[in-house]
């Protein structure tokens, strides 16, 4: 016996024609009345709790109503003729002779006159409209069969043989498909065969008359057979976009604007002709699969609709070189349930990140899998399976996945050419998989392998916490954020490998805290640490940890310095004025207002002493134009005195700064400067920090007034802090401190 389960509100307005409603991402009548009575059973088992006028209006099934395309399914009439509120509501509906995964609409009709106890309800208005309202109803999984996936079937290797205990087999009620079942060509199996198979898996009894208004969508799906050539010089990413694609995706978009729906037959026809194999078809097709149901359209349309341009924008991003959106989502993504990547734009679902530590070069071996497609050999660990991580991942929920190896193109292959072209926006958008709260999947030893720390691990450069991509991969835990999921576990742990996870957890820990606080100068502290084979993937994968307003693209031949550049203009005000107020030495690179690639690098970074001190400061950069500005407190000339001495235990040194109010007197103000970089007594220009009234002036930048290229601005020399609140308010009050100053930083 399954469930039927829904869930949804609707705001029914009080005025004589309201605008249409959704529900469930279905249109409900505008002409729905609207009253306050509280929860009722109703249709056997009606769950709810009432918040607010958010009522569904009475309903009559008579007798039980048949489900379109389903004969097997009915709605248990168990109470007619209430009132029922569906704020969070589910509505259970039974399920007669074995399992349905099928959408099912039932019709349901207002009925007058309303019989008590309603018509005593307070604020009860009797009406004579009756109103048909569709609804269409998901069914939950657990009406499936049961499936298994052995390691035995799927890769010939005996369970007990496997050290990962969640490698060994998956049992559950999920529409996963075995590896064998993908991996069959459907034209082996005919349409016929095709729609059997997706029955079976799906729990439905569809047939080939049904329409489909995503079938051409679908089926506009990378076609390799095209003739179509372009008539003009079109840019290179641009040609490459349509030969990857096929010029039947590019018709798509003009189809999305229509609604005329296309049979079953039709799109089943289409994957059959094109030799696809079922696990490609099954991934394409089982996230739309109760769209069948109806001939309406549906709001996964508008979705998909959606995710097509955003897909279709990393190429523009790529080709162009310049700023690219950066929620911009994968360009493929591996769903688990058909063990099939698949374009970003046919899932529904964000992917979870698959993080892991890469063995040695020697330990690697290239695998052509049909998984993605047998586009490029995937590195793998040779001790590692593809097979076993998906049932690994089945095992922790996971449906949809983005593994580097197998999504991000790698080198070897058919389309080689297309690499760089791919990288230029694919690998700067990393980090999006693991930005939000999703959690992360990660094998620390390892692809694939078991969670087994050896003699020497965390000194590694190997390790997972010593590589340089893998900062990025640390999911956010504040806000009740998710955890990272420790992927090989073995259940076998000895008195050595208890310390060893000791450490791991702290440094686990750590890195959490890091990556929640967001402060660049401790993102840049722990990027230190680690090691990369490209040099320029530091930088590349600091974007998401720092949080930047846009991405730069990416180039292979590009310099650190060249790239640090594109990334301190794309970083938010905030994050620029950390390094502004912060560091306490002038730029050695192309600007002297921030440090370069080489001293963030090199150098000890000063901590972030309090969190979020600074403030709200607005230190712009315009995009594509090397000019920065600050917008804040200015003093135009003040002495800097007893900072030109380094002290000898490096502990603060105190000083003072001399400033002279309109009269001309002299007033000092005790500073303090947190490093011991020398600042020779004299006469500068100072920038101060915006922000709340506890940190108002309270960082300072001291420099000088300069002319660089034609243009006059402020060039930086280094940093002091007045520490004392009542110091900063007597600085405030003698008003020699310019409030709202726009001062070009060089």
Known sequence: MGSLIVSGSINFATSARPPPHHFNGYIIPSTAPLIKYGSKKCFGDFLSSPSGPNYLPPVCTGSAIPVPSCPKCQIKNVMNDLWVPISTAKLMATHLDGPCASPHRFLLTTKTPRPKPLSTTKGYQPTSTATNIVVFFSMEHNSLPEVTLSAFDETGRVESSILVLKQRSYIGREPVISSALADTPCAALGVDGVLEKLNATLGTAYNMDLPYVLGKVLNATPQRNHSWTPHSRLPLPVRVFMQEMGYNFVRAKAFMHSMHPVSLRGVLQSYVAQNYDFGKVYAHLRPYWSDFAGSCQPSSLQALKERVERFKFRWVAGWSGGGILKDIPPRRIWDLYANRVVPSWVTPKEPRGISHAWVHKNDRVGVMTPINGNRWPVPMPKDANLDLIRIEMLNLGVEYAWLDVLCLRQEGGKNEYLRGHEWSVDVPTIGRVYYEDRGVVCYFCGLGRPLMFEEGYFESDRCWFNRAWTLQEVPYTRNGGTQTVICGETGVEGRKEKAMRTRFDEQLTSLRHMRDDKSVLAVLSEMQKRVSVNPLDKVAGLAYLIDVAWLAAYNVAQSEEDAWAWLV???????RADLFFYYPEPGNGNKYWHPSWKQVMTQTLPSRGEAAAIGSNDLSSFLGLPVDKHHGPRIKSGEVRGLADQSHDEDPRR??????????????????????????????????????????????????????????GFKKLSVIHIEDEDERRKLQNLGVAKRCSIVTLL
């Open 569 to 575: 203009m794309a970083m938010y005000p905030d994050t």
């Open 655 to 712: 000083g003072e700064l001399v400033v002279k109010d309109g009269t001309g007197a002299s007033h000092r103000i005790k500073v303090v400067a947190n490093h011991q970089y020398q600042i020779p007594e004299g006469w500068y220009t100072l920038i101060g920090n915006n922000g709340k009234a506890d940190v108002f002036m309270k960082y300072w930048v001291v420099g000088y007034q300069r002319k660089r290229m034609l243009r006059n």
